[in-house]
């Protein structure tokens, strides 16, 4: 039988990591212009990057949760907010394209990687969100250390993916050209979570 726990958290990590932006703008180019390894560095420099913040959010929210359970469960709410808000800005934005900064360019691609991720605060505001619904008291020191590692991983393999399918089949435009289904996809779907999340989150004060 599939755990719902996990299977939950994994569907939000690979929105999170799926939703066209800045580094999936950096991936794309550095794998056209500089070749598969530069793409495979920048995807595993992000990765790094995303385990990092994950970890800080993790170990933030657990002493949280263990200090103030009303703190806990106000973040709680508004990170399901956020996913909330976040999966309508998804379908409001899907026709915008993505670019690079200029600054970013200046990098050699593992720090470019690295820095794209670790340099946006909005991915220590997502965390924050997505950990808050899955944190627990009882949460074991391993389900932590799988929290951090599946949403890394995620990110890595994602990029990773991405870099070989553009060096190897020429899909950059088909890629940007789906840039809006794939905005929608990726918000209907943080829409749903959100909405199940929210459910659970205020059902103890509902009934």
Not at 35 to 44: D, E, K, N, T, Y
Not at 73 to 98: A, D, P, Y
Request: net charge positive.
């Amino acid at each position: 039988m599939v755990n719902w726990f996990w299977l939950q958290f994994a569907a939000i990590c690979i929105v999170g990591a799926m939703s066209p932006g800045p580094s999936m703008a950096l991936i794309i180019r550095n794998s056209i212009k500089f070749g598969r390894v530069s793409g495979l560095l920048s995807s595993i420099g992000h990765a790094i990057g995303i385990g990092i913040y994950a970890a800080i959010s993790i170990a933030g929210l657990q002493l949280i949760l263990i200090s103030n359970i009303i703190i806990f469960n106000t973040i709680q709410f508004c990170g399901s907010i956020f996913l909330l808000i976040l999966g309508i800005l998804f379908l409001k934005k899907s026709g915008e394209r993505f670019s690079i900064e200029d600054d970013q360019k200046s990098l050699n691609s593992f720090f470019q990687g690295f820095a794209i991720s670790i340099l946006n605060p909005k991915i220590l505001i997502w965390f924050a969100a997505i950990f808050s619904q899955f944190i627990e008291v009882s949460s074991t020191g391993l389900t932590k250390f799988m929290m951090v590692f599946i949403a890394s991983s995620i990110d890595g393999i994602w990029y990773i993916i991405l870099t070989i399918i553009v060096t190897s089949f020429g899909l950059k435009k088909l890629i940007e050209s789906n840039t809006k289904t794939i905005q929608n996809i990726s918000g209907l779907v943080l829409i749903l979570i959100s909405l199940i999340i929210l459910y659970k989150t205020l059902r103890p004060y509902l009934f």
